[in-house]
Nanobody, 119 residues
Framework: QVQLVESGGGLVQPGGSLRLSCAAS????????MGWFRQAPGKKREGVATITSDGITSYADSVKGRFTISVDNAKDTLYLQMNSLKPEDTAMYYCADYSDYDCNALDAWGQGTLVTVSS
């Protein structure tokens, strides 16, 4: 059973940076897709970024060039480096595990970490 625990959220001013971390356990398969999605109050869930076991990454248009997803397999940790943050990035951010390599079937997610971008 996959367990995901996010950390690193907080309050940051516009233009600032944050790095989110996700400690994963129970991921036993050699090929995978993991990622981040977010949800702001009153808004639909939005996929932010994904990464496969081959290192293939994908980003939402709204974060391209500002966010970077990475994984440290030795530490079983997923990261999301967020730069040039905007108020519209304010949301609860969730780490996600997908059951398929194509990153279509969301299978598990963590409890979330809150990111607030405000002056």
């Amino acid at each position: 059973q996959v367990q995901l625990v996010e950390s690193g959220g907080g309050l940051v001013q516009p233009g600032g940076s944050l790095r989110l971390s996700c400690a994963a356990s129970g991921v036993t398969y050699s090929t995978y897709c993991m990622g981040w999605f977010r949800q702001a109050p009153g808004k639909k869930r939005e996929g932010v970024a994904t990464i496969t076991s081959d290192g293939i990454t994908s980003y939402a248009d709204s974060v391209k060039g500002r966010f970077t997803i990475s994984v440290d397999n030795a530490k079983d940790t997923l990261y999301l480096q967020m730069n040039s943050l905007k108020p519209e990035d304010t949301a609860m951010y969730y780490c996600a595990d997908y059951s398929d390599y194509d990153c279509n079937a969301l299978d598990a997610w963590g409890q979330g970490t809150l990111v607030t971008v405000s002056s």
